[in-house]
């Protein structure tokens, strides 16, 4: 699977941005899904997760709240709704996709094999 992120760009703090990624391929519904964050000089940290079905979502403490991962099987996209945007949020954004056995959702980074190409996220103050 080929994963295209997008939706990034520059808001100011309390905002709000909803971030897209596209996948190609078949099967989509087989993959499941999240999205991570990175800020240079630190490691690539989760952010948001869903199952295969789109029944089971899962959210990093930081985000709880604030964020929301939604996906349509039948258009091959995971959102990313972000909302109360703080500076801290400031990040490259990552979409990634797994398909790997008994794996319907997962925060591990090291669980995904697939990855988008990341889209800039900046938050003012």
């Known amino acids: 699977v080929q994963l295209q992120a997008s939706g990034g760009g520059l808001v100011q703090a309390g905002g709000s941005l909803r971030l897209s990624c596209a996948a190609s391929?078949?099967?989509?519904?087989?993959?499941?899904m999240g999205w991570f964050r990175q800020v240079p000089g630190k490691e690539r940290e989760f952010v948001a997760a869903?199952?295969?079905?789109?029944?089971?979502?899962r959210y990093a403490d930081s985000v709880k709240g604030r964020f929301i991962i939604s996906r349509d099987n039948a258009k091959n996209t995971v959102s990313l709704q972000m909302n109360s945007l703080k500076p801290e949020d400031t990040a490259v954004y990552y979409c990634a996709a797994t398909r790997r056995f008994a794996v319907d959702i997962t925060s591990t980074l090291s669980d995904y094999d697939y990855w988008g190409q990341g889209t800039q996220v900046t938050v003012s103050s």
């Open positions: 869903i199952s295969r079905s789109g029944g089971s979502r």
């Open positions: 391929g078949r099967s989509f519904g087989t993959y499941a």
